[in-house]
């Protein structure tokens, strides 16, 4: 076995505090949206806690691309260019997922220092983290001081519209906070993925060690 540091400290430290985050946003969001169903703590508290952890995780994203856009890390973004090489790597993903995965195929994607992520992942992680994300954090934002912000969300059509569309990400957080673990799970080890989070390093099989170096 080989080992490959593929989760700098700033990368880690920014996963688990967005984690963190992302469950006491849903928390808090479920009891402002379904008083009647949710109610952990009062309800004030829980609109100034989504308020400040809010605040917090844009602050945590701010890192997150300083740390990527700063350094030579960027490259787990770099999409393929070959539209054939990456529908054919993305089918070779689905495949595994959808079947493969039943029959103890292994994993056709092999991670490295700058291949972390396989076909889907990088094009479902340059959505998510370039446009689905800032867009919450956006329409949070307006929604926090609606009197402030007001000529903004009325020019996107009202607070309802607004309020709509932070729900409709809210839900699909939500989702990613059980599919993602699910997903993480499926490598040579089924903990190989969230060890490496804890401490940076991955173990690859021999025949994967020309991918360690950078």
């Given amino acids: 076995m080989n080992k490959i540091y593929i989760n700098p400290l700033p990368v880690r430290i920014w996963h688990w505090t967005n984690a963190a985050g992302f469950l006491l946003l849903i928390a808090s969001g479920l009891q402002i949206r379904y008083l009647d169903l949710f109610q952990w703590v009062p309800f004030r508290t829980a609109v100034v806690a989504h308020n400040w952890i809010g605040f917090v995780l844009i602050g945590n994203f701010f890192v997150w691309l300083s ?13 393929e260019l070959n539209p054939m090489k990456y529908f054919q790597a993305s089918f070779r993903q689905m495949r595994f997922y959808g079947y493969g995965v039943f029959k103890g195929d292994p994993n056709p994607h092999h991670a490295s220092a700058y291949r972390k992520f396989n076909a889907l992942q990088s094009m479902a992680y ?19 001081d609606v009197a402030r912000f007001s000529s903004m969300v009325e020019m996107f059509g009202g607070v309802r519209v607004v309020d709509t569309v932070h729900v409709v990400f809210f839900i699909f957080f939500t989702g990613f906070i059980f599919i993602h673990p699910y997903l993480a799970s499926l490598s040579e080890k089924p903990w190989a993925h969230f060890k490496s989070m804890i401490t940076g390093y991955e173990e690859v099989e021999d025949r994967r060690a020309h991918d360690a170096s950078p």
């Fill in 67 to 79: 740390f990527y856009l700063f350094s030579d890390k960027i490259k787990v973004y770099h999409p």
């Fill in 126 to 144: 340059q959505i998510i983290m370039m446009l689905i994300v800032p867009l919450q954090f956006f329409t949070g934002v307006l929604l926090w």
